[in-house]
C-alpha cells in the first residue's frame, strides 16, 4: 500500500459461463453444513464430559459410603477403563482427517516412549490423589475444590505455554483460589462417617493436589503436542490417550498390589452394604463413565483445545453438588453456595477471555484476507478488462 500499482490485463476471449454465483452458493452451503455437524460434535463431546464426570464421581461417592475403603481400587477403576476408547478410535480415525497441525517430522520412538511414561506417571499419581480427597469430604465440597484446576491450567500455560495472563484471566485466577480458599473453613463431616480434622485437612490438600496436577498435565501435553511429537492428529491425540491411561493403568495397578489392599478386596465385596452385585456394578460403570469423559475431553480437545475442554470439565461444576444434595442429603450452606458463585464468575471470565481472543483472531485473520484480495477492476482502451490490485 505504498501507492504502487500493479495492473494484471486480463483479456475475455468470448463469452464465459455465469457460474461463479452458483458455485458460490454451493459452496457455502458445504461450509454451513460442515460448521452445523462440527457444532454438533462438540455439543454431544460437552455433554459427554458433563454427564461422565458427574456420574463418576457420584459412583465414587456411593462406593465409599457404603463399604468401599481402598483407595487405590478407586483409583484403578478411574483408568483401566481405557480400552472402551478403541471402538471409538476406530470407528472415528476416518471422519477425523483434519490436521491441526503437522510439521512434517514424526518424533522418535524413544521421545514418544518418554513422553507417555511421564505423563502416564502423572496421571496415575493424579487420580490416586483424587481417590484420597473423595474419601472423606462431602462430594459436594469435593467437586467446587475441583474447580481449582482450571486456574492451575492458566498458571501452569502461562510458563510452559506462553500463554497471556489478561486482567480477565487473573480475575478468574482470583476467583476460583478464592472460591477454593473458603472452603477450607467448611469443616463438614460426610454424612456415612465421622472424619477428623486431621482427614478433612488431608482430603482437601490432595484435591488441591489433584487439581494442580491435572492443570500440569494438560500443559505439559499440549508442551508435547508442539515441542517433542510436533503435530496434533487426531491419531496423535488419541495415542496419547490410550498410552498415557495404559501407563497409569499400570502404575495404580503396582500401588494397588505394592499397598496390599488388594487382600481386603474380598472381604469388602461381602461387606458392602448394597450386596456383591452392586459392588461389582458400581465399579464397572465407574470406570465405563470415566472413559466417557475421556472420549469427550479428546473430542474437545482436537475440535477446539486442551484449555476448552477443561473449561467444559469446570462448566459441570453446579451439576454434581446439586445432585449430591438430592441424593446424599448434603448440606448447601451459605459457605458453599457463595464458593460456586465465585467458581462459575471465574469460570465465565475464563470463557469470556478465550471468547475475546477467538473473535480478535477472525477478526485479523478477516482483514488479511481483504488486504490479499483488495483488487478494482478498469476497462482498457480496446475494451478488455483490466484488474488493478494493490501492491
Known amino acids: 500500500m505504498n501507492g504502487d500499482q500493479e495492473l494484471q490485463v486480463i483479456v475475455q476471449q468470448g463469452k464465459e459461463p455465469n457460474t461463479t454465483v452458483q458455485e458460490e452458493r454451493n459452496q457455502t452451503g458445504v461450509t454451513h453444513s460442515n460448521t452445523y455437524k462440527r457444532w454438533l460434535r462438540v455439543a454431544v463431546y460437552t455433554f459427554f464430559v458433563i454427564s461422565g464426570q458427574s456420574v463418576a464421581t457420584i459412583l465414587g461417592r456411593i462406593y465409599y459410603d457404603n463399604g468401599g475403603n481402598s483407595k487405590w481400587l478407586a483409583t484403578v477403576v478411574q483408568l483401566v477403563g481405557f480400552p472402551v476408547l478403541l471402538p471409538y478410535y476406530l470407528l472415528s480415525i476416518k471422519t477425523h482427517t483434519t490436521t491441526h497441525r503437522d510439521d512434517g ?6 521421545n514418544r516412549v518418554l513422553v507417555y511414561v511421564v505423563l502416564g506417571v502423572l496421571v496415575g499419581a493424579d487420580c490416586y490423589l483424587y481417590s484420597i480427597g473423595l474419601l472423606y469430604l462431602p462430594v459436594s465440597t469435593y467437586s467446587l475444590i475441583c474447580a481449582s484446576q482450571l486456574a492451575f491450567n492458566a498458571f501452569f500455560s502461562y510458563f510452559l505455554n506462553s500463554q497471556k495472563l489478561t486482567p480477565i484471566i487473573l480475575n478468574s485466577l482470583l476467583l476460583l483460589t478464592i472460591s477454593s480458599t473458603l472452603l477450607a473453613f467448611n469443616n463438614e463431616d460426610s454424612n456415612s462417617q465421622k472424619v477428623t480434622k486431621a482427614q478433612y485437612v ?11 496436577g491435572f492443570g500440569l498435565v494438560l500443559s505439559l501435553q499440549q508442551l508435547a503436542f508442539r515441542r517433542v511429537l510436533k503435530r496434533q492428529t487426531f491419531t496423535e491425540v488419541m495415542d496419547m490417550i490410550i498410552y498415557m491411561s495404559l501407563v497409569a493403568s499400570c502404575v495404580s495397578l503396582v500401588g494397588l498390589f505394592a499397598s496390599s489392599e488388594w487382600k481386603t478386596l474380598s472381604s469388602e465385596m461381602d461387606n458392602y452394604k448394597l450386596g456383591k452385585v452392586s459392588y461389582v456394578m ?15 475431553g479428546t473430542g474437545l480437545i482436537f475440535e477446539l483445545s486442551s484449555l476448552f475442554s477443561n473449561a467444559i470439565s469446570v462448566l459441570g461444576l453446579p451439576v454434581v453438588p446439586i445432585m449430591a444434595v438430592i441424593i446424599f442429603h448434603d448440606k448447601m450452606n451459605g459457605l458453599k453456595v457463595i ?4 467458581a462459575i464468575w471465574g469460570f465465565m471470565s475464563y470463557v469470556y477471555q478465550h471468547y475475546l481472543d477467538d473473535k480478535n483472531l477472525k477478526r485479523s485473520v478477516g482483514i488479511q484476507r481483504v488486504e490479499s484480495s483488495d483488487t ?3 476497462e482498457g482502451p480496446n475494451g478488455q478488462k483490466i484488474e488493478t490490485s494493490a501492491s
Request: proline fraction near 0%; hydrophobic fraction near 55%.
Open 282 to 296: 458400581n465399579l464397572v460403570w465407574t470406570a465405563i463413565t470415566w472413559q466417557v469423559f475421556n472420549i469427550g
Open 376 to 378: 478494482t477492476e478498469a
Open 339 to 342: 464458593s460456586m458463585i465465585l
Open 202 to 212: 488431608t482430603s482437601f490438600l490432595c484435591t488441591i493436589g489433584a487439581s494442580a
Open 105 to 110: 517430522k514424526a518424533a522418535s520412538l524413544k
